[in-house]
């Protein structure tokens, strides 16, 4: 039953072959079982999940239908839960029960979909390794001496195991493209303004998108489904219609024009990624595509832009945890001032503070115009590169990561090592467009990703593509030893 995509197991519920209740059970079983080898989850939801199961199964017993209706999955732990600890995978708000529910998760839950839990992440949705949560690593299910990718590791490494169907996550330079690359997984950014931030616990919010992360294109299409839409509580919410994303899989792409950047082949890139970014081409090719080269010639400056601008938002962002509203306090404080900082001291990691610390510098006066405006106006050239691709190309292809997964460790002395390691993924966020990462193949039996990238509200677009490859190559089914 495990095996099953959101996809057959809509269909599955449809034909009366199972319940989601005995779905439930099972999964709950399983996670219980295998988790402990990932600790994908920091918090499990078993009576939550039975009763929104029982209370799906009765709504198909009253005739209604849906594609989510009865179907689990888990939110990553930053989107608001209410009643239930959403920790951001921070000791900061570890005793931090939302109040109110993200409007993901509500647009979700009226679907009838059934959380299992929710899921690790790295702290505050900084990292891509998945190795910065207060909760420990997240293992990578295809091996498990390396990270499963990051911030959004815990949904992905739960998905790729076969612990449930899809799951929540975000994205704000690659967390939800890099961790379904590491782990055979299909994980859609979507464009910015597409999902309600609302309720999402904020990393760097003129970067941060929610999306789906799942075994198939296909599947990605269902839960961004109930996902996307206007959400007046969200000022940077896209009053644009949803279109139905199930319809737009099978188009045909002949004709379809591909741009592969040639940026994306440089030194940094392990040439057995850019061999398997080349086959898949061809198996487009082979659908009908047609190939082009184009340029992005101001990539190269997209990692220091990004890693001023995220911090810099994380900076004020990260200033409402002070200990007096939420999160965590320290004991015992002598003044206003020692609350403060022994309270953010305790309660964030290395990598927050040190994320803090740049952002704050960056924005300070004097530093301001040197760093913070420059990277802006970094961000307009992305841009516009990008917008110049989109005149000669429907779609642009490229190597989701550099690398495949990294051992556990091997990148924590280096920080920036770490951040390079983001080169393919950031550029969408700077720009604000949707993204795809879909699975091409292996090196070292380790999962690669090929990423695809297509003009605002394109979503459609872009899982099209994907699911059509998906049809003629079988890396996405692949199942990692054990699971
Ligand atoms: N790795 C990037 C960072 O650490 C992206 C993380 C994310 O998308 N949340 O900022």
């Keep these: 039953m495990h095996h099953m995509t959101l996809a057959e197991i809509a269909r599955g519920l449809a034909d009366k072959k199972f319940s989601s209740e005995e779905l439930t059970q099972v999964l709950l079983a399983r996670i219980a079982q295998l988790d402990p080898q990932l600790n994908s989850f920091i918090s499990l939801t078993e009576e939550l999940a039975l009763g929104q199961a029982k209370a799906a199964d009765a709504r198909r017993a009253n005739g209604e239908t849906g594609a989510l209706l009865g179907a689990p999955i888990a939110h990553k732990d930053l989107f608001c839960t209410q009643g239930i600890r959403t920790s951001c995978g921070s000791k900061m708000l570890d005793n931090f029960k939302a109040p109110y529910d993200a409007t993901v998760v509500a647009k979700l839950a009226a679907a009838g979909t ?4 929710k899921t690790n992440m790295d702290e505050f949705a900084m990292g891509s390794a998945n190795e910065s949560s207060y909760y420990g690593a997240v293992k990578n299910p295809w ?11 815990g949904s992905a490494a739960a998905v790729a195991a076969r612990l449930l169907p899809a799951a929540t996550a975000t994205d704000t330079g690659g967390s939800i493209r890099q961790p379904a690359a590491f782990t055979n997984l299909t994980g859609l950014k979507p464009t910015y303004g597409r999902v309600s931030r609302w309720g999402m616990i904020a990393y760097a919010s003129s970067l941060d998108q929610g999306g789906p992360l799942a075994r198939t294109a296909e599947d990605c299409a269902i839960l961004l489904q109930g996902m996307a839409g206007f959400d007046p509580n969200d000022s940077t919410s896209i ?6 994303y199930s319809a737009s899989l099978n188009g ?5 024009r ?18 398997l970014v080349h086959n898949s081409v061809k198996e487009l090719e082979k659908l009908g595509a047609v190939i082009k080269e184009i340029s992005l010639p101001n990539m190269q400056h997209a990692i220091p832009a990004y890693y001023v601008i995220a911090p810099a938002e994380a900076s004020s962002n990260l200033s409402r945890f002070d200990g007096v509203r939420f ?7 002598e003044n206003l001032v020692d609350l403060y900082k022994r309270s953010r001291g305790e309660g964030f990691g290395a990598e927050v503070q040190r994320r803090i610390m740049v952002g704050a510098y960056a ?33 642009i292809l490229g190597p989701t990561t550099p690398n495949p997964a990294w051992k556990l460790g091997a990148k924590n002395s280096d920080p920036i090592a770490e951040y390079l390691e983001d080169v393919y993924t950031i550029t969408a966020n700077l720009a604000g467009l949707p993204g795809l990462s879909m699975p091409a193949g292996f090196v070292d039996g380790l999962p690669v990703g090929v990423q695809l990238l297509a003009p605002y509200f394109q979503e459609g677009r872009l899982l099209n593509v994907a699911h059509q490859y998906q049809l003629n190559t079988d890396w996405h089914t692949r199942t990692p030893t054990g699971f």
Aim: some cysteine.
């Design 327 to 333: 999160g965590h306090r320290c004991e015992n404080p």
């Design 239 to 244: 009053d644009e219609p949803v279109p139905d």
């Design 252 to 256: 045909s792409l002949q004709g379809l």
């Design 258 to 275: 591909i741009g592969v950047p040639k940026e994306y082949f440089s030194a940094g890139l392990d040439p057995r990624i850019a061999e």
């Design 143 to 153: 091996n498990l001496e390396h990270v499963p990718g990051g911030s959004s590791g």
């Design 363 to 395: 924005l300070s006066a004097g530093y301001y115009d040197a760093y913070y405006l420059k990277a802006q106006k970094i961000r307009r050239l992305v841009k516009n590169d990008f917008m110049a691709a989109f005149n000669e190309v429907d779609i």
């Design 114 to 117: 059934v959380t299992l839990g």
